[in-house]
């Protein structure tokens, strides 16, 4: 509560101060604030269908992936540099464009546009086509360079309407609880600059977002195209290669082409081994039956027609056996069923001379070996003779039948194996290409999800021309500037206090000293309250005796020791004061002064141990006051400070509580048998100070009897009737 009250206390001395410079403060914001910038405020919302869209590639949101990440990144286009700078360049365009000096308009207040016209140079005002927004854009784009000397670069990069960071400071990106609408908010102190501001970023924003997610998907799709192209030329060429090649060794059906040669394979090799048995066959039927006949075959065959005809029926049987072999092989022309019916006629007829002349040589006899007859016997030999031909015939076909086979084998062979690289290397092509056509595809259905999510993006709110200001926040720089002054003076006030050693009251005192304070007097007042300066003096002396008195006891030498640690601290004063006030009320008081009644240098008074040592013919009764010569100067003997009733330190509050006032108390306490004994006493002391002892102090007026009850925490308390 001590606490409480001297926080109070602390404020009420500073009061003035308290009052005085805040005022002063909130004066001076109140003049510097007095022709403040009016702040025009405009929102636009863009739905961008990004959470609960549909798209083509399935799943939930136009863009596909992450829905809240993508609408990030769309919040995030509107605020990088590449779009503010774009947003910057166009502003700076429109208001150079429709800007008036003489009248304000939707682009720009009169005032602004008359302090950027004069700002903006003679060389880029050539850059303004009047006519084109947009190639006025393009001059200022191209104008612009990365140095000091240049206007748009430095107008980019400082200026209040149109510099990059100045935009995106005052730029609000919000999403509205995380749904598909975003809420874009900008101001400024032109309610023009602030409406087209938000009007061209509507459009730029939109345009980045669409290059930004096009640009990717465009250059995929030229580079699957490309490689889609490539791949089907190849693809073509690769067939065509076949066809060629097919054309060329006339292949129409590798594999049944394959297959009937190994069928004829198969049947060749049947036929060979039936010939071969056949021929095995006759020779032998032909050489058992010329064993039998004997001479008359040698005769026979030594017959020139017979061996004539034998040879022709043996060229006829080749002959035939060709025809058929190509007849075979596919020659079924009429030409050549001809020739195979005439060699067949010219075969029978032969065959018909031959056996013809075997009659001639026939005899009616028998054989007598067998007991057949021997012209039966030339006919069988006849018969096996031009079977024997007709194989040999056949035989001779087979082999170039064979041959004929063997160079198919041959030539089908490596084509098996060129065919197959070839499908192999179309097969490569073609699943390359179906794979790239497939990706195609796919990069063509993003893109058409793209410009999906892009048409998506549509303005739901277009930003509003604001005619009405926002609210200033004046008041509350004046109420802060007023606050901060209040509280900097407390600071500044709160700061001395803990730092100074001014004892002044009572908590200070006792704080810095540690020696409890018997009471204060008040220094006298020159204004205010000087008719009141005795009153307050005899309720201050009167209070210093109430104190001392108690302490005395009956029957004894009771002695009050004034000290001090320098001089003018009001002790002789006090002692005075006190001695004559103790006197008008009866009590019989000596008082003793140092230099008067005892000198501090002599040895009598340096090496006394008794009180009658400065005074002999002091009385058992009477009351002693003895005022003691500074501490810092002399000493005094322990003997006499334990003699006193109480030790009275006797000081300003108003001065400064030194190093070596505090040793010199120190040595005092030190001294002292009985530490109780010494109390601090106050002179020069503020009115709340002696307040503290003697209750309030004249005059009683309402106000000040207000005051006092305040101070004391008396809340809800009487008001005091002494009011004069």
């Known amino acids: 509560m001590d606490i409480f009250r001297y926080i109070v206390r602390f404020l009420y001395r500073i009061r003035w101060y308290l009052a005085i410079l805040p005022m002063i403060s909130l004066v001076v914001a109140w003049f510097m604030t007095r022709n403040m910038e009016r ?48 947003v910057s360049l166009r502003l700076f365009a429109r208001c150079m464009m429709y800007g008036n000096e003489r009248k304000d308009n939707n682009y720009i207040s009169a005032e602004h546009f008359r302090a950027l016209n004069a700002s903006v140079p003679a060389e880029v005002k050539a850059l303004i086509n009047r006519n084109s927004e947009d190639a006025t854009y393009t001059s200022l784009k191209a104008y612009e360079k990365p140095t000091r000397d240049n206007f748009i670069f430095s107008l980019t990069n400082y200026h209040p309407y149109f510099g990059l960071n100045s935009i995106t400071s005052r730029l609000k990106v919000t999403q509205f609880s995380k749904s598909d609408i975003i809420n874009i908010g900008y101001s400024a102190n032109d309610a023009g600059i602030a409406y087209n501001t938000l009007d061209i970023l509507n459009s730029v924003f939109a345009n980045q977002y669409q290059q930004i997610r096009y640009g990717e998907t465009n250059n995929v799709i030229k580079f699957f195209e490309r490689e889609v192209g490539r791949l089907y030329r190849m693809l073509c060429d690769a067939e065509d290669d076949l066809i060629a090649y097919n ?45 039998k006949l004997g001479n008359r075959v040698k005769n026979i065959r030594t017959n020139q027609d017979f061996t004539d005809r034998v040879k022709d029926i043996s060229k006829l049987q080749s002959r035939i056996s060709n025809l058929r072999l190509m007849s075979s092989e596919g020659g079924n022309s009429e030409e050549a069923q001809l020739e195979l019916a005439n060699a067949q006629r010219e075969l029978e007829n032969t065959t018909a001379q031959v056996r013809s002349l075997t009659k001639d040589f ?71 290409y179906m794979s790239m056509l497939g990706a195609l595809n796919q990069a063509r259905l993003r893109q058409r999800n793209l410009q999906m999510t892009t048409a998506t993006l549509r303005v739901l709110n277009p930003p509003l021309f604001p005619l009405n200001a926002l609210p200033t926040n004046r008041m509350m720089i004046l109420l802060g500037a007023f606050i901060l002054t209040f509280v900097l003076v407390a600071v500044y006030f709160f700061l001395i206090e803990l730092l100074d050693r001014t004892l ?35 309720m201050a002396l009167r209070q210093l005796s109430k104190a001392l008195l108690p302490h005395f006891k009956t029957g ?7 000290l001090s ?25 000596r008082r003793l002064t140092y230099d008067e009644d ?36 002399h000493s005094i003997p322990s003997a006499l400070l334990n003699l006193g009733t109480v030790n009275l330190m006797v000081t300003r509050a108003n001065r400064t509580w030194k190093d070596i006032d505090q040793k010199a108390l120190k040595e005092v306490n030190s001294q002292l048998e009985n530490k109780d004994s010494l109390y601090m006493y106050l002179t020069e002391s503020n009115r709340y100070a002696v307040e503290e002892f003697v209750g309030q102090l004249p005059p009683y007026t309402r106000f000040s009897n207000f005051v006092y009850r305040i101070s004391q925490l008396g809340l809800t308390a009487t008001e005091n009737t002494r009011a004069n």
């Not at 863009?46 to 809240?68: D, K, L, R």
């Not at 409890?516 to 005795?534: A, D, F, H, Q, T």
């Not at 004894?556 to 020791?561: E, H, I, P, R, T």
């Open 39 to 86: 702040q025009y405020d405009t929102n636009t919302t863009i739905y961008t269908g990004m959470i609960t869209g549909y798209n083509i590639e399935g799943g939930t949101g136009t863009a596909g992936g992450n829905s809240q990440v993508n609408i990030n990144n769309l919040m995030l286009i509107i605020t990088t540099d590449n779009t503010i700078h774009e």
């Open 247 to 291: 054309v060329e060794n006339r292949i129409i059906n590798y594999g049944e082409q394959t297959k009937v040669l190994a069928g004829l394979e198969g049947s060749q090799q049947v036929s060979d081994n039936d010939l071969l048995m056949n021929y095995t066959i006759t020779k032998s039927m032909i050489d058992y039956l010329e064993s």
């Open 362 to 432: 026939q005899a009616n006899s028998t054989s007598t070996d067998m007991g057949v007859k021997s012209n039966d016997l030339i006919d069988k030999w006849l018969d096996q003779v031009l079977l024997l031909e007709e194989t040999k015939a056949r035989m001779s076909a087979q082999d170039i039948m064979r041959k004929n086979i063997d160079r198919q084998f041959l030539f089908f062979s490596p084509i098996g194996a060129t065919l197959g690289r070839k499908d192999r290397h179309i097969s490569f092509v073609e699943s390359n």
């Open 504 to 538: 002044r009251d009572r908590m200070r005192s006792e704080r810095i000293t540690e020696i409890p304070v018997l009471g204060c007097y008040p220094k006298e007042s020159s204004l205010r309250y000087r008719r009141y300066n005795k009153t307050i003096g005899d």
């Open 556 to 562: 004894q030498q009771n002695v009050l020791n004034l």
């Open 565 to 589: 640690t320098d001089s003018s601290n009001g002790k002789s004063y006090i002692a005075q004061e006190l001695e004559n006030y103790w006197i008008s009320i009866g009590l019989q008081v």
């Open 598 to 633: 005892f000198l501090a240098d002599d040895s009598k008074y340096i090496m006394s141990t008794s009180i009658k040592d400065l005074c002999p013919d002091v009385l058992p009764n009477e009351i002693l006051i003895v005022e003691y010569p500074n501490l810092n100067d």
